[in-house]
């Protein structure tokens, strides 16, 4: 009897100890989640996040140069500095988006641009493609190639210029460079010879796949997206959401020194009169945005000079759904961001170009100046040591000097988040 009293007492004592054990885990999920309750969710997130794995400390002669250049197809400069335009939901219908303003429609980009960033293409420092065409592949030559391009539509054949990444390899042989992108096109004008380049575009164009192979949940990405249903594009084309999971695992995995990341969901939306489809593809490639700031972040701590570019290979017509040959559809913007540019500002340059993007990557690698007539000039040419100035969105007070920086407003940061911005000041 006394053995039974002793085997129920014992029962309790574990009942009681499991359930202050679910007790003290359920204190402890509470309380993560009023911490991260500060932060907005974004509605429907995409599921293309890569988890970023813990910072590996390179070999001293590992260290090398990083540039990840991310191209968001057709773009507005209107939204990404005046946020969710109403006169568009008039006619193509509501977005179903709880964000409005530009830091808050795109938190990560305002982030890397307020901490110690540019943000350019606003009225203060307007941004322009070159091609009067006003349609993708001139854009993405010209982006590529650092020059006015030749390229007029988007049938054009390969380039038989070189173009920065030829010379980049040409002048530093050991380096690894990787072009992902959902439209199948872009390597046409990407580089003169693209066989020492990974290049995956579309759903089924690749070269060099050892580099995708080797790694199991590269691999596996990979084939997703090859059996993928190409909408909201057609034919070849590969949706956002598996190019971006396969250039996040790939820059994390092969870490390469040179990304060129092109999403293109924002252009096919757009081409169907789909704003709110638009606005959402936009949401998502922020997600994209800050989870490359974030890495690059922890590869700078490591001594690696990493420099983020995100920018539009064009902009979109009044009308909105189309683009080519429209003279306002040449208006884009760029962010620029990481080593070469938390030192600098622009200083009193009244317009830019897509062709001075290249140049500006030459001059961070020290590559020799483009002096073709039809060459760019590198952004950060005419410089002097930054200001930032940290706006709280609480308390509008302070005005930063907009022409100077290239921007509307700066929204300050305490902190980041691969989710979005983290609370205001």
Not at 27 to 41: G, H, K, M
Request: aromatic share 8%; hydrophobic share 35%; with cysteine.
């Amino acid at each position: 009897m006394i053995n039974v009293s002793i085997k129920v007492a014992q029962a309790r004592a574990r009942r009681a100890l499991v359930s202050d054990s679910r007790g003290l885990l359920t204190v402890a999920a509470l309380t993560a989640l009023l911490l991260l309750s500060c932060w907005p969710r974004i509605e429907n997130p995409p599921n293309h996040y890569s988890k970023i794995p813990q910072p590996i400390r390179l070999r001293p002669s590992a260290l090398s140069d990083l540039v990840v250049l991310m191209v968001l197809d057709g773009v507005r400069w209107q939204d990404v500095f005046q946020g969710v335009d109403p006169l568009l939901e008039r006619r193509f219908g509501p977005v179903h988006q709880s964000a409005r303003q530009p830091h808050e429609l795109l938190p990560n980009l305002y982030r890397l641009a307020s901490n110690g960033g540019m943000l350019i293409g606003n009225d203060a420092a307007p941004m322009f493609a070159s091609s009067p065409s006003t349609v993708s592949l001139p854009g993405y030559s010209e982006i590529f190639s650092g020059r006015t391009p030749t390229c007029e539509n988007n049938d054009c054949p390969n380039t038989r210029e070189p173009t920065l990444l030829d010379e980049w390899i040409e002048k530093r042989s050991a380096d690894r460079l990787a072009i992902i992108s959902s439209w199948s096109r872009i390597p046409r004008v990407a580089a003169k010879d693209t066989s020492r380049i990974t290049v995956s575009a579309g759903r089924t164009d690749l070269s060099r796949p050892e580099s995708i192979y080797q790694d199991a949940e590269l691999r596996s990405q990979y084939y997703r997206g090859t059996s993928s249903d190409p909408w909201p594009g057609a034919d070849n084309y590969r949706p956002d959401r598996f190019t971006s999971a396969i250039a996040l695992r790939y820059l994390m995995v092969q870490r390469p020194n040179f990304l060129f990341v092109g999403l293109g969901d924002t252009d096919e939306f757009a081409h169907r009169g789909d704003y709110d489809g638009y606005i959402g593809a936009l949401r998502s490639a922020d997600v994209a945005i800050g989870v490359v700031g974030d890495w690059l972040e922890t590869q700078r701590a490591q001594g690696r000079r990493a420099m983020f570019i995100v920018t539009a290979d064009h902009g979109r017509s009044a009308g909105f759904q189309h683009h080519g040959g429209t003279p306002e559809a040449s208006r884009v913007w760029a962010l620029l961001s990481g080593f070469g540019v938390m030192e600098h500002r622009i200083s009193n340059i009244p317009s830019n170009r897509l062709a001075d993007l290249a140049p500006t990557i030459r001059a961070q690698l020290n590559l020799p100046k483009d002096d073709d007539s039809r060459a760019g000039e590198s952004l950060l040419q005419n410089v002097s040591p930054a200001t930032i100035y940290y706006v709280s969105r609480r308390a509008n007070r302070e005005k930063p000097p907009s022409r100077a920086l290239g921007l509307s407003s700066v929204v300050g940061v305490r902190a980041s988040s691969p989710f979005g911005k983290s609370c205001p000041e």
